[in-house]
């Protein structure tokens, strides 16, 4: 599944573990909350870079013990139209102070790019056959935002009023 | 009025570019409808029975006489010469082309109006009392916090994918004219202990198939801290407003789920941990909206016209219309005027586009240019100086636009119902064409006094039914529309949900049973009590007893 | 989900264009009015409905095909569901708006 990062498409180094796999020492790999919880000696102690996908009905508090070792958090879609991981983002980046990469995984539409990078995102998995240059047209079709402290911590937009 | 800066017109203007180039995409077939359904609902666009339906945007009910006169063009140019007023302050276009519509945005954002978020999962038109700003009963203006909502919920970035529509009412009056109690979160301006003004929040009312009034989650708020405190409500609804059900997905669902204290609980937990230094906008941001709404300059007037007094006892007709259709301002001299949509036999909400551009010149000669929407689907002209009231009359008379129905019995609600809409399970203006025409006589209606009659033509109640003095509720059985009667409701700051009376009706019978409880009401009556007086006085049954007895 | 389909059919479906509501005729063409539309009375014929619905769905001309039973009522062919018959006829209130004065707008149809 491509990878769009900083509005270009990127080689995905991460990994997403399965539940029956060992927690590998190297490499970067993307685990369960579950896992995340039961392990925690473990993954502190990882040399590569470690990440948690959790479902969009957790509360982002269940990883506050955890943020130190993470370098990536995925949050989950299931459908375009179900928004909660737009407030999980939101949470993470300003309550929770996290600076790794947020991740969107799932069902997300080109047209939603501009509000995924506003609440802190910055990378996405997007389905085969959805293009890049529309992609980035429409996280650039909204240049100004009336929100305030939404700018996602990358200055996408001209100015926020 | 707001004004659009630089900032508002490139946001609308790149707004329109970029629903320009969805159409286009879903023109060509790179846009599925399932994938474009939510992005035309977030420009307020249907795809109803017979046609696609464009929803506008007319932002807490307030526009100027340009604007009235472009919905008129419009009307003209890109549909049948018509429009319809809604209960939200929009307007509805019945009959839009797909590819014209991002031209008709277009014209709209020339005159500083879209149609962002009148539809869809999304927060919508903030609307508010239709006097706002004129009132004699108001603690303060609420428009630039509306306006200042209306920016902060244009395509906010979290809250565009809620779990269900999302409406907020402000009123700074003491008398609800907004139905804030009903709506997912209501505002209303009052002064605290101190005598500072700020907002009374109210959170989890709404209509639909299950009727609420919004319990008050705070009593006192402070202006500045608006914003946060709606955000920390909206981020608890989306995070935990239900999803799998989209009967049970309004904000109300959760509240009454949770319970109002628990609600307010994890409201204030998570106010208590907001960005709130980041979200609260800067002072002079709000200074610069409330400028806008700065009182205009009134004539020093007499409080008394002594040429009005004149008029009034030469012309009965005339005096009739002031009495029912002129409210008191508060700037003396002046008078609100509320022009009646309401023809006796009319379709409710509707006006022609030479209606619209005749509002527009009266607006413009008589109301220091300013018109509002009202949410009983009436015009207002807000500023109108006691002196001219006469000449005014007569000019909306020859605009088919004097009737003096205001707040009576033919002052009826109504949806458009299955005529126009795709969710309607039967029709609803026929119904209130029927009833107008039964109690329309000016002598009974003035006789029967305030009366809310409202009808929905489905459960989703767009035609504030559950409000209704009496209100009415169509579906539909086998084939046959029916029609069921709730009696009791109000919308004000009494606010009550209406009662269902026993089994429904069917169209032709359903005129003669509110022709019945009206005639009770008349029968019981006591010390010129008003016909919701009189319900909470002796209760349903007088009224079941005279309807099941006779049909 | 597979729902039992029975009586007479025709396809239906409003136009992407601006949303009017048409039903298949012959030949793949969409046309209003239910006198026109081509009638399914087999599984076979509901099938080849289906199908050309999809066609024009992927062609982007139509919207949301979907089936309507119909019936013939004192002798006309109407749509058996009173929702559909109520979208196939149009408002039944009068629309030719600017035309009409006050107190005196014609009754509904």
Same mark, same amino acid.
């Given at each position: 599944?491509?990878?769009?990062?900083?509005?270009?498409?990127?080689?995905?180094?991460?990994?997403?573990?399965?539940?029956?796999?060992?927690?590998?020492?190297?490499?970067?790999?993307?685990?369960?909350?579950?896992?995340?919880?039961?392990?925690?000696?473990?993954?502190?102690?990882?040399?590569?870079?470690?990440?948690?996908?959790?479902?969009?009905?957790?509360?982002?508090?269940?990883?506050?013990?955890?943020?130190?070792?993470?370098?990536?958090?995925?949050?989950?879609?299931?459908?375009?139209?179900?928004?909660?991981?737009?407030?999980?983002?939101?949470?993470?980046?300003?309550?929770?102070?996290?600076?790794?990469?947020?991740?969107?995984?799932?069902?997300?539409?080109?047209?939603?790019?501009?509000?995924?990078?506003?609440?802190?995102?910055?990378?996405?998995?997007?389905?085969?056959?959805?293009?890049?240059?529309?992609?980035?047209?429409?996280?650039?079709?909204?240049?100004?935002?009336?929100?305030?402290?939404?700018?996602?911590?990358?200055?996408?937009?001209?100015?926020?009023? | 009025?707001?004004?659009?800066?630089?900032?508002?017109?490139?946001?609308?203007?790149?707004?329109?570019?970029?629903?320009?180039?969805?159409?286009?995409?879903?023109?060509?077939?790179?846009?599925?409808?399932?994938?474009?359904?939510?992005?035309?609902?977030?420009?307020?666009?249907?795809?109803?029975?017979?046609?696609?339906?464009?929803?506008?945007?007319?932002?807490?009910?307030?526009?100027?006489?340009?604007?009235?006169?472009?919905?008129?063009?419009?009307?003209?140019?890109?549909?049948?010469?018509?429009?319809?007023?809604?209960?939200?302050?929009?307007?509805?276009?019945?009959?839009?082309?797909?590819?014209?519509?991002?031209?008709?945005?277009?014209?709209?954002?020339?005159?500083?109006?879209?149609?962002?978020?009148?539809?869809?999962?999304?927060?919508?038109?903030?609307?508010?009392?239709?006097?706002?700003?004129?009132?004699?009963?108001?603690?303060?203006?609420?428009?630039?916090?509306?306006?200042?909502?209306?920016?902060?919920?244009?395509?906010?970035?979290?809250?565009?994918?809620?779990?269900?529509?999302?409406?907020?009412?402000?009123?700074?009056?003491?008398?609800?004219?907004?139905?804030?109690?009903?709506?997912?979160?209501?505002?209303?301006?009052?002064?605290?202990?101190?005598?500072?003004?700020?907002?009374?929040?109210?959170?989890?009312?709404?209509?639909?198939?299950?009727?609420?009034?919004?319990?008050?989650?705070?009593?006192?708020?402070?202006?500045?801290?608006?914003?946060?405190?709606?955000?920390?409500?909206?981020?608890?609804?989306?995070?935990?407003?239900?999803?799998?059900?989209?009967?049970?997905?309004?904000?109300?669902?959760?509240?009454?789920?949770?319970?109002?204290?628990?609600?307010?609980?994890? &409201? %204030? +937990?998570?106010?208590?941990?907001?960005? *709130? @230094?980041?979200?609260?906008?800067?002072?002079?941001? $709000? /200074?610069? #909206?409330?400028?806008?709404?700065?009182?205009?300059?009134?004539?020093?007037?007499?409080?008394?016209?002594?040429?009005?007094?004149?008029?009034?006892?030469?012309?009965?007709?005339?005096?009739?219309? &002031? %009495? +029912?259709?002129?409210?008191?301002?508060? *700037? @003396?001299?002046?008078?609100?005027?509320?022009?009646? $949509? /309401?023809? #006796?036999?009319?379709?409710?909400?509707?006006?022609?586009?030479?209606?619209?551009?005749?509002?527009?010149?009266?607006?413009?000669?008589?109301?220091?240019?300013?018109?509002?929407?009202?949410?009983?689907?009436?015009?207002?002209?807000?500023?109108?100086?006691?002196?001219?009231?006469?000449?005014?009359?007569?000019? $909306?008379?020859?605009?088919?636009?004097?009737?003096?129905?205001?707040?009576?019995?033919?002052?009826?609600?109504?949806?458009?119902?299955?005529?126009?809409?795709?969710?309607?399970?039967?029709?609803?203006?026929?119904?209130?064409?029927?009833?107008?025409?039964?109690?329309?006589?000016?002598?009974?209606?003035?006789?029967?006094?305030?009366?809310?009659?409202?009808?929905?033509?489905?459960?989703?109640?767009?035609?504030?039914?559950?409000?209704?003095?009496?209100?009415?509720?169509?579906?539909?059985?086998?084939?046959?529309?029916?029609?069921?009667?709730?009696?009791?409701?109000?919308?004000?700051?009494?606010?009550?949900?209406?009662?269902?009376?026993?089994?429904?009706?069917?169209?032709?019978?359903?005129?003669?049973?509110?022709?019945?409880?009206?005639?009770?009401?008349?029968?019981?009556?006591?010390?010129?009590?008003?016909?919701?007086?009189?319900?909470?006085?002796?209760?349903?049954?007088?009224?079941?007893?005279?309807?099941?007895?006779?049909? | 989900?597979?729902?039992?389909?029975?009586?007479?059919?025709?396809?239906?479906?409003?136009?992407?264009?601006?949303?009017?509501?048409?039903?298949?005729?012959?030949?793949?063409?969409?046309?209003?009015?239910?006198?026109?539309?081509?009638?399914?009375?087999?599984?076979?014929?509901?099938?080849?409905?289906?199908?050309?619905?999809?066609?024009?769905?992927?062609?982007?001309?139509?919207?949301?095909?979907?089936?309507?039973?119909?019936?013939?009522?004192?002798?006309?062919?109407?749509?058996?569901?009173?929702?559909?018959?109520?979208?196939?006829?149009?408002?039944?209130?009068?629309?030719?708006?600017?035309?009409?004065?006050?107190?005196?707008?014609?009754?509904?149809?």
């Amino acid at each position: 599944m491509p990878l769009i990062r900083n509005g270009e498409i990127v080689a995905d180094t991460w990994r997403v573990l399965e539940e029956v796999e060992d927690i590998p020492a190297e490499g970067d790999v993307i685990v369960s909350l579950e896992r995340l919880k039961n392990s925690t000696k473990q993954i502190a102690a990882r040399a590569d870079r470690t990440g948690v996908a959790i479902e969009n009905s957790a509360d982002p508090v269940e990883l506050e013990a955890h943020l130190a070792h993470l370098d990536l958090i995925a949050l989950e879609f299931p459908a375009f139209t179900d928004g909660r991981a737009y407030s999980q983002a939101r949470r993470l980046r300003t309550q929770y102070g996290f600076t790794g990469e947020l991740r969107a995984r799932g069902n997300v539409l080109v047209d939603q790019a501009g509000f995924l990078k506003q609440v802190g995102f910055d990378s996405f998995e997007v389905t085969d056959g959805q293009s890049l240059e529309i992609w980035n047209a429409s996280a650039r079709s909204m240049t100004l935002t009336y929100q305030r402290g939404y700018d996602g911590g990358q200055a996408i937009r001209e100015f926020a009023r | 009025m707001y004004r659009y800066d630089e900032f508002d017109a490139t946001f609308v203007r790149q707004r329109v570019d970029q629903f320009r180039g969805q159409v286009e995409r879903r023109v060509n077939g790179e846009l599925s409808e399932e994938e474009f359904r939510p992005l035309r609902l977030m420009n307020g666009l249907y795809l109803q029975l017979h046609a696609y339906m464009l929803r506008v945007a007319v932002p807490y009910g307030t526009l100027n006489s340009a604007q009235m006169r472009k919905l008129a063009f419009i009307a003209d140019t890109y549909d049948r010469g018509y429009g319809h007023f809604t209960t939200r302050q929009n307007i509805q276009y019945n009959w839009p082309r797909l590819p014209d519509v991002p031209d008709i945005l277009e014209h709209l954002a020339e005159v500083e109006m879209h149609a962002i978020q009148t539809s869809g999962n999304c927060i919508r038109n903030v609307t508010a009392d239709h006097w706002a700003g004129v009132a004699a009963d108001e603690a303060e203006d609420p428009r630039p916090h509306a306006e200042l909502m209306r920016q902060w919920s244009s395509l906010h970035p979290e809250f565009s994918f809620l779990p269900r529509k999302f409406k907020i009412a402000v009123t700074g009056a003491s008398a609800d004219r907004a139905a804030i109690r009903y709506h997912d979160i209501g505002l209303r301006l009052k002064k605290n202990g101190q005598g500072e003004v700020g907002f009374e929040v109210f959170a989890g009312g709404g209509m639909g198939r299950t009727p609420m009034l919004a319990p008050r989650v705070r009593d006192w708020l402070a202006k500045e801290d608006l914003l946060p405190y709606l955000e920390a409500i909206m981020r608890v609804y989306n995070l935990h407003g239900r999803r799998d059900n989209k009967y049970k997905a309004r904000i109300k669902i959760l509240v009454h789920a949770l319970g109002a204290e628990e609600f307010t609980a994890q &409201v %204030e +937990r998570e106010y208590a941990r907001i960005d *709130a @230094p980041h979200i609260e906008p800067e002072q002079q941001e $709000l /200074k610069r #909206i409330a400028a806008y709404f700065a009182p205009p300059d009134y004539d020093a007037l007499p409080g008394d016209d002594p040429a009005l007094a004149l008029r009034l006892e030469k012309h009965e007709d005339f005096a009739g219309w &002031v %009495e +029912r259709n002129v409210s008191a301002h508060r *700037a @003396p001299g002046y008078g609100i005027v509320n022009i009646s $949509l /309401k023809p #006796i036999g009319g379709i409710p909400g509707d006006a022609s586009s030479d209606q619209m551009r005749a509002v527009a010149d009266l607006a413009e000669t008589f109301s220091l240019d300013e018109i509002r929407i009202s949410h009983e689907q009436n015009l207002v002209l807000p500023n109108v100086a006691k002196r001219d009231l006469f000449a005014l009359w007569q000019s $909306l008379g020859e605009h088919s636009l004097a009737d003096a129905n205001i707040g009576l019995a033919s002052d009826i609600i109504a949806c458009p119902g299955l005529d126009y809409c795709g969710l309607a399970t039967a029709r609803s203006i026929p119904i209130a064409q029927d009833i107008s025409r039964r109690l329309g006589d000016p002598a009974r209606q003035r006789e029967i006094g305030d009366m809310k009659i409202k009808i929905s033509g489905c459960i989703n109640a767009c035609g504030h039914h559950h409000a209704g003095h009496i209100g009415i509720l169509g579906l539909e059985k086998r084939g046959e529309e029916y029609y069921q009667i709730t009696l009791g409701g109000s919308g004000d700051e009494r606010a009550s949900v209406g009662e269902i009376i026993g089994p429904g009706f069917s169209a032709e019978n359903l005129t003669d049973a509110v022709e019945t409880i009206v005639d009770t009401y008349m029968g019981l009556r006591e010390n010129g009590e008003t016909f919701l007086e009189a319900y909470r006085r002796v209760g349903p049954d007088p009224f079941k007893e005279a309807v099941y007895a006779t049909h | 989900m597979a729902k039992k389909i029975t009586g007479t059919q025709a396809l239906t479906g409003n136009r992407l264009s601006d949303g009017g509501v048409v039903f298949l005729a012959s030949n793949g063409v969409w046309r209003a009015g239910l006198e026109n539309a081509r009638l399914a009375h087999s599984d076979e014929d509901i099938a080849d409905l289906e199908a050309e619905g999809a066609d024009a769905v992927e062609a982007n001309r139509i919207v949301d095909p979907y089936l309507v039973r119909v019936e013939v009522r004192q002798g006309r062919l109407v749509p058996a569901a009173f929702r559909e018959h109520m979208r196939t006829r149009g408002p039944s209130v009068n629309l030719d708006f600017n035309s009409r004065t006050n107190g005196q707008a014609a009754s509904a149809a």
